[in-house]
């Protein structure tokens, strides 16, 4: 049973954790206080296996960040933190996603995120693409 709620400060440990696991730099303790993120675990059992960060702007979400511990991948932990934003308040939901990165890809795709526009060479460290994709939630 997977439990999808706000993050606290509890959870700190375990999201650098997981953050460093899938290689993702997030500054939890910053997120934690600001007003406009929305920063959100999945656990089972209790334990954090999974986290998604977003941003609003206005009517807009960005989401930021999303992971999930590599032992518990394809277990719908994603696919669970993705949808509990679609509750927020907000016209559309906005991401960036390197092009290599097929599970994401797959994942936005079966969430109804479409490709709006490609970031050439947006990501530094090798030069990727990135792919703007949007959900429209109303
Ligand atoms: C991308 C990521 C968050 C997916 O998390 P997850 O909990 O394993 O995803 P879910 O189990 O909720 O998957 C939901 C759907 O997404 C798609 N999907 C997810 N991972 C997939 C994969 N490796 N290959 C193909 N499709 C995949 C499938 O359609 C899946 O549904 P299904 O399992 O019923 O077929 C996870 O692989 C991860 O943490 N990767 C490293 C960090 C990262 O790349 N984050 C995203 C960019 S910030």
């Known amino acids: 049973m ?16 997981i953050a460093a696991e899938c290689g993702l730099e997030v500054d939890f303790t910053a997120e934690l206080s600001r007003s406009y ?16 960060l977003a941003w609003r702007a206005a009517d807009e979400l ?10 518990r991948r394809r277990h719908g932990l994603a ?8 509750r927020e308040d907000s016209r559309v939901i906005f991401l960036e996603v390197r092009e ?3 599970p994401a890809l797959a994942l936005y ?13 947006y ?7 990135a792919v703007v994709m949007q959900r429209l939630l109303r």
């Open 2 to 17: 997977t439990k999808i709620s706000p993050a606290s400060s509890d959870d700190l440990p375990a999201l650098v954790a």
């Open 37 to 52: 993120a929305r920063l959100l675990v999945a656990r089972e059992a209790g334990v954090v296996n999974g986290f998604l």
């Open 62 to 71: 960005h989401l930021t960040d999303l992971g999930v511990t590599a032992a």
């Open 79 to 86: 696919r669970a933190l993705v949808t509990e934003l679609f």
């Open 100 to 102: 290599s990165n097929a």
């Open 109 to 121: 795709g079966a969430l109804g995120f479409t490709e709006l526009d490609r970031r050439a060479r």
């Open 123 to 129: 990501y530094s460290d090798t030069g990727e693409d």
